[in-house]
T-cell receptor
Framework: GAVVSQHPSWVICKSGTSVKIECRSL??????MFWYRQFPKQSLMLMAT?????????EQGVEKDKFLINHASLTLSTLTVTSAHPEDSSFYIC??????????????FGPGTRLTVL | AQSVTQPDIHITVSEGASLELRCNYS??????LFWYVQSPGQGLQLLLK??????LVQGIKGFEAEFKRSQSSFNLRKPSVHWSDAAEYFC????????????FGRGTQLTVWP
């Protein structure tokens, strides 16, 4: 099956620093990727839709200036958490949409990145 | 707006027993519904999906789900649970018209006793 990777798998940083998380579709091109956030023992919350070659579309309540998304190529989207604070600590999950036509379009999820801000 | 509700936070079953995980959706039209499984250290895996057509959907790993419009439900079932099925299960619905924009339920943690 299609594979989506994330790097790093976990990261610890100091408060006030910025952290970049990469999401790659390894064996297909993805014009659209998505970023989710998952708090411990909770559900996944959609943060934004990443569109290759254009600006990301953020969900209501998500700070655009804090969570910078760049989708510069058909296989790579990055999420940068700027000036991270402890409340940004979370599990960040990306997904990539593989278009195959109609009902066969499929979304593949990455394994997630655990961010801990001290 | 579309949403899903998973009423059960945690379910425990014995290995070999049948399983049903509940999911209720809120949407005026026919929703696009999914069931995903999340195991520690692994990404979300799609078990099955419903877009239209036959209301009984077969998925991977012996799972099936039935779309019931009258009950606004999309419950996940498995006739005989294996210890390896222990994981977190999420029901999800597409938000708007973009396939990848999913609204997830809060999840149901499945524990399987030997």
């Amino acid at each position: 099956g299609a594979v989506v990777s994330q790097h790093p798998s976990w990261v610890i940083c100091k408060s006030g620093t910025s952290v970049k998380i990469e999401c790659r579709s390894l064996d297909f091109q993805a014009t659209t990727m998505f970023w989710y956030r998952q708090f411990p023992k909770q559900s996944l919350m959609l943060m934004a839709t990443s569109n290759e070659g254009s600006k990301a579309t953020y969900e209501q309540g998500v700070e655009k200036d804090k969570f910078l998304i760049n989708h510069a190529s058909l296989t790579l989207s990055t999420l940068t958490v700027t000036s991270a604070h402890p409340e940004d600590s979370s599990f960040y999950i990306c997904s990539a949409l593989r278009l195959a036509g109609g009902n066969t379009d499929t979304q593949y999820f990455g394994p997630g990145t655990r961010l801990t801000v001290l | 707006a579309q949403s899903v509700t998973q009423p059960d936070i945690h379910i425990t079953v014995s290995e070999g027993a049948s399983l049903e995980l509940r999911c209720n959706y809120s949407y005026g039209a026919t929703p696009y519904l999914f069931w995903y499984v999340q195991s520690p250290g692994q990404g979300l895996q799609l078990l099955l999906k419903y877009f239209s057509g036959d209301t009984l959907v077969q998925g991977i790993k012996g799972f099936e789900a039935e779309f019931k419009r009258s009950q606004s439900s999309f419950n996940l079932r498995k006739p005989s649970v294996h210890w390896s099925d222990a994981a977190e299960y999420f029901c999800a619905v597409v938000r708007g018209s973009t396939l990848g924009r999913l609204y997830f339920g809060r999840g149901t943690q499945l524990t399987v006793w030997p």
